[in-house]
């Protein structure tokens, strides 16, 4: 798309669609806004793949308490930290 590299991730009526720009001047940062994805089931299962894919977790999964759910945070390959929720 012109001068920006995109990449889409679908959307349907129950789901919401994300959309990642790569843009000159524009890059992924620790310092920036927390993005957190809804991790399913088990969040477990999402984290488990963070490290093997070159990230390196942040926060483990954690109890937010009160029944709403876990969170973890981990520092993705190209230097973005992510967060996960999960209602287990």
Do not use: W
């Not at 001068?3 to 920036?32: H, W, Y």
């Not at 994805?37 to 477990?44: H, K, R, S, V």
């Amino acid at each position: 798309m012109g001068p920006f590299t995109l990449g889409m991730l679908g959307t349907d009526a129950e789901s919401v669609g994300v959309t990642f720009v790569q843009s000159e001047g524009k890059g992924p940062t620790s310092k920036g806004s927390l993005v957190c994805f809804n991790a399913g089931e088990d969040l477990a299962q999402m984290l488990a793949r963070a490290e093997p894919a070159g990230g390196r977790i942040q926060v483990p999964k954690t109890d937010i308490s009160q029944g709403f759910g876990y969170i973890a945070y981990f520092l993705g390959s190209e230097g973005k930290i992510v967060g996960l929720h999960s209602m287990r």
